[in-house]
C-alpha cells in the first residue's frame, strides 16, 4: 500500500513537472518588424540576422520577421516597441525625434556626410556609441547601425535647380531637419508614413519625395514618379534597435549569440547596400517610365548652397555638440560652403 501511494505521488509529480518541460522547450520569439521590402539592404539583413539567430541559439530563439509594414507603420512601431508588443524594429535614423531623441536628426542634414567612409567614422565610432547610449533612457536598446544609402529627389516634373522645387508638396520621414531642408528649396515638406508613400504619389496627394533608390524601386514609387535626379545630398541608414527590458532579461548566453547573429547581419547590410541601391537605378532605368537625371556640378552647387542653410538652423534642436563631434570627424568644414 505504502509502495503504491509512493508510486502515485512519484507519477503525480512527473506529470506536474510536464508543462515546465514542455515551456522550457518553447523557442523565445523575436517579432522584428520593418516597413521595407524584403529586397532592401534591411529586408535582407533582417531575414539573415533571423537566420543566424536561430542557428546560432540552436532553435532557442525564434525571430519572426515583418516586412513591408505588415505588422505596424512606422508612426505605430515605436510604441509598439516600448509596449513589448514587437521586440526588434529597425527604423531610419531620421525617425527618432518624435521618441524625443533629436540628436539622430543629425544624420539627416544634407550634405553631412560625402560618402560612405565618412558616415562609418560616426556609426562605427564613438559617436554612435554615444548617440544610441541616448536611447536607453525611452527603454530602448540600440544594438547597430545598418546601411541603407543617399538619397535621390523624386517628382512628376524634372528637378535640377532650387527653383524647380517651390511649391511642390514632398513627403517626408517624421524629421523636423528634413522639413527644414524641404523648406530651404521652397517645397512643401508632408511627413507621411512610408506604407502611405506609393497611394499618395500616385493620387496627387503630394508631388514628389526622397529615398534611396532601393526604396524607390521596390515601393514601385517610379512608376508614378516620372523623374529622379540623382543627388546624394543626403544619407538614410537604421538603427536596429530592442526593447531595453526583454534585452537585459535574456539569459547571458543567448544574448552573446544574438550579438554575434547582429554582427554578421551588420557586416552583410553595409557589405550589399551600396550594390542593391545600384541596382536599383538600373532597374529603375531599365523600366523606361521614370528619366533619370544627373545633375551637372553646377546644378549640384546650387542644390548645395540652398539646402547647407539648414545646419545652422537646426544646430539649437539638434545640439551644437553632436553637429561640431561629427564635422570634426568627418573633415567637414562649414566655413568653406
Ligand atoms: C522612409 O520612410 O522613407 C524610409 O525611411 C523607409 C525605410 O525604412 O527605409
Known amino acids: 500500500m505504502k509502495r503504491t501511494t509512493m508510486l502515485i505521488g512519484l507519477l503525480a509529480a512527473a506529470l506536474s513537472a510536464l508543462p515546465l518541460l514542455a515551456a522550457a522547450q518553447q523557442p523565445i520569439v523575436i517579432k522584428f518588424s520593418h516597413v521595407v521590402a524584403t529586397g532592401t539592404p534591411k529586408g535582407k539583413a533582417a531575414d539573415l540576422f533571423a537566420k543566424r539567430a536561430g542557428e546560432l541559439t540552436k532553435g532557442a530563439v525564434k525571430v519572426e520577421v515583418y516586412p513591408n509594414s505588415t505588422l505596424y507603420k512606422d508612426n505605430e512601431e515605436m510604441e509598439a516597441l516600448q509596449l513589448g508588443a514587437v521586440q526588434m524594429l529597425a527604423p531610419s535614423l531620421a525617425k527618432f525625434g518624435p521618441l524625443g531623441v533629436k540628436e539622430f536628426e543629425v544624420f539627416d542634414l544634407p550634405y553631412i556626410f560625402d560618402n560612405t567612409a565618412e558616415l562609418h567614422k560616426v556609426t562605427q565610432g564613438p559617436i554612435g556609441a554615444a548617440l544610441l547610449a541616448k536611447l536607453e533612457s525611452k527603454g530602448v536598446k540600440g544594438l547597430a547601425y545598418w546601411d541603407n544609402g543617399f538619397k535621390s529627389f523624386s517628382a512628376n516634373k524634372p528637378l535640377r535647380t532650387p527653383a524647380d522645387f517651390k511649391g511642390l508638396k514632398m513627403r517626408i520621414q517624421s524629421s ?10 521652397g517645397a512643401l515638406p508632408q511627413v507621411m508614413a512610408f506604407s502611405e508613400v506609393y497611394q499618395a504619389l ?10 534611396p533608390h532601393s526604396n524607390l524601386y521596390t515601393q514601385k514609387m517610379y512608376e508614378v514618379q516620372k523623374y529622379v535626379t540623382v543627388t546624394d545630398h543626403g544619407y538614410l541608414g537604421y538603427a536596429v534597435i530592442t526593447n531595453k527590458k526583454f534585452w537585459d532579461g535574456l539569459p547571458a548566453d543567448i544574448r552573446t549569440q544574438l ?14 547596400a551600396q550594390e542593391e541601391n545600384d541596382n536599383a537605378l538600373e532597374k529603375i532605368k531599365a523600366s523606361g517610365r521614370t528619366e533619370v537625371y544627373v545633375p551637372t556640378p553646377a546644378e549640384r552647387a546650387a542644390l548645395k548652397k540652398a539646402m547647407i542653410k539648414t545646419h545652422a538652423e537646426m544646430a539649437s534642436r539638434i545640439g551644437k555638440e553632436t553637429i561640431d563631434a561629427i564635422y570634426k570627424a568627418t573633415g567637414f568644414n562649414p566655413a568653406k560652403m
Request: no cysteine.
Open 176 to 185: 523636423k531637419v528634413l522639413e527644414a531642408q524641404m523648406r530651404s528649396l
Open 259 to 272: 550579438e554575434q547573429a547582429m554582427k554578421e547581419a551588420t557586416f552583410y547590410a553595409d557589405s550589399i
Open 202 to 211: 500616385q493620387s496627387g496627394v503630394v508631388d514628389g519625395t526622397e529615398n
